[in-house]
């Protein structure tokens, strides 16, 4: 009798992600006269790829169960954007190309249909999760979806895929409450504003205060009327390492999850708090964030009978970003396919890790926010 192997993680990929057209880097535009050289954007899905090749290469993608992808459909989107948002960015991708809302996330011809893929491949984790076919998973979306706002895209972001996500688990899966708990190093500003007046999807962002967008993530803004306390912003200073996320996890996110007891916990998983991110100044390490999932492991199983969706958000080191997020993976199926981060011999040695007493004092000054949950 041929045994079926049960897989305790999904993986979510598809090559088309791939394909996200960023075109010529509208940051910082080449010029001759100006001396700055033709480049990449900081947000081509290179990192991405080269994620997905190491999960290949490594084995991890044998350990994982890898699930296809059925595009979403616009009533999905609909759920968190408005008509006129999606119209406008579908007939852009359908005529000339364009931009999600901020000059900087530019589209190409088809880019709706590919956004629709990675909407899709969050619901279908997600479903999978619910359904108690998998425990857990990851899946690896480009484009990012956490800056994404109901009536525009910014930050790289065309539709927000965690926000989707929840609101899909309220309205057709039925839960009655979901916890956003975004690890990405830029404030989740797309799901404070959707469920600002809600408490039924409790929202968490912990980011490097004043990154991005720099005007937005201050621990005062904490939700209105009855979702008043379910809005929980966690800025830490820039330079924080390992153990300031951690001591930030045990502190707040931790205690918070438990009062509140969510159905489910999505997690917009951006890397780029890593040390070697161009667009952040944080210092975790692909070990880092091994630890990280652990704890985010730790209280699912404490409240969400360890049901956890993790969805690929920024990230923006081509080198580094792939090993942590195979780390991550890695830790969420319980296997070490790479035996040790091939940076770590660099990295692992710099000092930068420890909790300073200034980033103590920002997370201790945020626990009365947890008894308003
Ligand atoms: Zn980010």
């Given at each position: 009798?041929?045994?079926?192997?049960?897989?305790?993680?999904a993986?979510?990929?598809?090559?088309?992600?791939?394909?996200?057209?960023?075109?010529?880097?509208?940051?910082?535009?080449?010029?001759?006269?100006?001396?700055i050289?033709?480049?990449?954007?900081v947000?081509?899905?290179?990192?991405?790829?080269?994620?997905h090749?190491?999960?290949?290469?490594?084995?991890?993608?044998?350990?994982?169960?890898?699930?296809?992808?059925?595009?979403?459909r616009?009533?999905?989107v609909?759920?968190?954007?408005?008509a006129?948002?999606?119209d406008?960015?579908?007939?852009?991708?359908?005529?000339?190309?364009?931009?999600?809302?901020?000059?900087?996330?530019?589209?190409?011809?088809?880019?709706y249909d590919?956004?629709?893929?990675?909407?899709?491949a969050?619901?279908?984790?997600?479903?999978?999760?619910?359904?108690?076919?998998?425990?857990?998973?990851?899946?690896?979306?480009?484009?990012?979806?956490?800056?994404?706002?109901?009536?525009r895209?910014?930050?790289?972001?065309?539709?927000?895929?965690g926000?989707?996500?929840?609101?899909?688990?309220?309205?057709?899966?039925?839960?009655?409450?979901?916890?956003?708990?975004?690890?990405?190093?830029?404030?989740?500003?797309?799901?404070?504003?959707?469920?600002?007046?809600?408490?039924?999807?409790?929202?968490?962002?912990?980011?490097?205060?004043?990154c991005f967008?720099?005007?937005?993530?201050?621990?005062?803004?904490?939700?209105?009327?009855?979702g008043?306390?379910?809005?929980?912003?966690?800025?830490?200073?820039?330079?924080?390492?390992?153990?300031a996320?951690?001591?930030?996890?045990?502190?707040l996110?931790?205690?918070?999850?438990?009062r509140?007891?969510?159905d489910?916990?999505?997690?917009?998983?951006?890397?780029?708090?890593?040390?070697?991110?161009?667009?952040?100044?944080?210092?975790?390490t692909?070990?880092?964030?091994?630890?990280?999932?652990?704890?985010?492991?730790?209280?699912?199983?404490?409240?969400?009978?360890?049901?956890?969706?993790?969805?690929?958000?920024?990230?923006?080191?081509?080198?580094?970003?792939?090993?942590?997020?195979?780390?991550?993976?890695?830790?969420?199926?319980?296997?070490t396919?790479?035996?040790?981060?091939?940076?770590?011999?660099?990295?692992?040695?710099?000092?930068?890790?420890?909790?300073?007493?200034?980033?103590?004092a920002?997370?201790?000054?945020?626990k009365?926010?947890?008894?308003?949950?």
């Amino acid at each position: 009798m041929v045994k079926t192997k049960l897989f305790k993680t999904a993986y979510l990929w598809t090559a088309a992600m791939g394909w996200w057209d960023t075109g010529a880097d509208p940051l910082m535009p080449s010029d001759f006269r100006l001396g700055i050289a033709p480049n990449k954007h900081v947000a081509h899905p290179d990192a991405k790829r080269l994620a997905h090749e190491l999960i290949e290469v490594t084995g991890l993608l044998e350990h994982v169960e890898r699930l296809p992808i059925r595009p979403a459909r616009e009533e999905h989107v609909l759920l968190v954007h408005d008509a006129k948002y999606v119209d406008r960015v579908k007939r852009e991708s359908n005529e000339t190309g364009g931009d999600c809302g901020d000059g900087v996330s530019p589209f190409g011809l088809g880019a709706y249909d590919l956004a629709l893929k990675g909407v899709g491949a969050s619901l279908q984790l997600l479903e999978s999760v619910v359904s108690g076919k998998v425990q857990n998973g990851y899946a690896l979306v480009h484009p990012a979806g956490h800056h994404a706002e109901p009536d525009r895209g910014r930050g790289f972001c065309m539709f927000n895929n965690g926000a989707i996500a929840a609101e899909y688990a309220r309205k057709k899966l039925g839960l009655k409450k979901v916890a956003i708990v975004d690890l990405d190093v830029h404030h989740g500003n797309g799901a404070e504003k959707i469920f600002w007046e809600r408490n039924d999807v409790l929202t968490i962002s912990i980011h490097q205060d004043r990154c991005f967008p720099p005007d937005r993530g201050f621990a005062s803004s904490r939700g209105a009327g009855k979702g008043f306390g379910y809005n929980f912003n966690i800025p830490l200073p820039p330079g924080s390492g390992t153990d300031a996320y951690l001591y930030a996890l045990k502190t707040l996110v931790q205690p918070a999850l438990r009062r509140y007891k969510p159905d489910i916990i999505i997690v917009p998983s951006g890397l780029d708090a890593n040390i070697m991110d161009p667009l952040a100044r944080q210092s975790v390490t692909a070990d880092g964030f091994a630890l990280i999932t652990r704890e985010m492991m730790n209280v699912a199983n404490e409240v969400t009978k360890g049901r956890l969706v993790y969805l690929q958000e920024g990230g923006y080191s081509p080198q580094y970003t792939p090993i942590c997020i195979h780390r991550i993976i890695e830790t969420l199926a319980n296997v070490t396919t790479l035996a040790e981060d091939p940076y770590g011999y660099i990295i692992n040695t710099q000092y930068g890790q420890e909790l300073e007493p200034w980033q103590r004092a920002a997370v201790d000054a945020l626990k009365p926010h947890v008894k308003d949950i």
